[in-house]
């Protein structure tokens, strides 16, 4: 059963216009939430976290937004360049209950079009 | 501060064959995750250490088994290897102290069973 799920696995967007990568779960525990990003050959690197007492976390170009009543997060970028493009991850993490288990999303490649 | 580093980088083993991952977390992190990326599955969870005690564990075989050290290095061993254990093995590591944690991954061993 698939906590974290990005139904997204491809995104192409031009460069200049925004991103929108979108994350769903269903585990109502999970309070902690992050962004990867990942280039080929290389670990993920971690982009940007939200908790659950937010709804909103900005981080220059990069924007996370939190719905927990729909469960559903996702990371925004504006603009985008071509040196987004990546596999992104999102992450969850129920973090009430004092355990540090990270539960990923299968990635969304995204492709940024110069 | 250097990241996460993991060796080997690149690994090819046969089938039956048992193997030995490692991993040197950030200095001052105590806790070290591991994780198994595969295509088209994300990165899914296999254990975490924290002060050299397994503190959660994913849903792999006991063929997937790990320790920490008291310097916080990890080692993770998969024992009879078998052709679907090729994957890329990540390691994060996080500090593990206070409410939110963010984990730092390494760049992966490429596992590779013929």
């Known amino acids: 059963d698939q906590q974290v799920k990005q139904n997204s696995p491809s995104l192409s967007v031009q460069e200049g216009r925004i991103s929108i990568l979108n994350c769903d779960y269903t585990n109502s525990m999970f309070d902690y939430f992050l962004w990867y990003k990942k280039y080929p050959a290389e670990g993920p690197t971690f982009l940007i976290s939200?908790?659950?007492?937010?709804d909103k976390n900005e981080d220059g170009r990069f924007t996370v937004f939190l719905n927990k009543s729909a469960k559903h997060l996702s990371l925004h970028i504006v603009p985008s360049q071509p040196g987004d493009s990546a596999v992104y991850f999102c992450a969850a993490s129920p973090k009430s209950s004092g355990t540090y288990k990270y539960i990923f999303g299968t990635g969304t490649r995204l492709k940024v079009l110069a | 501060k250097a990241g996460v580093t993991q060796t080997p980088r690149y690994l090819i083993k046969t089938r039956g064959q048992q193997v030995t991952l490692s991993c040197s977390p950030i200095s001052g992190h105590r806790s070290v995750s591991w994780y198994q990326q595969t295509p088209g599955q994300g990165l899914q969870f296999l254990f975490e250490y924290f002060s050299e005690t397994q503190r959660n564990k994913g849903n792999f075989p006991g063929r997937f088994s790990g320790r920490q050290f008291s310097n916080s290095r990890s080692e993770m061993n998969v024992s009879t290897l078998e052709l679907g254990d090729s994957a890329l093995y990540l390691c994060a590591s996080s500090t593990a102290s206070g409410t939110f944690d963010t984990q730092y991954f390494g760049p992966g061993t490429r596992l590779t069973v013929l």
């Open positions: 939200i908790s659950s007492i937010k």
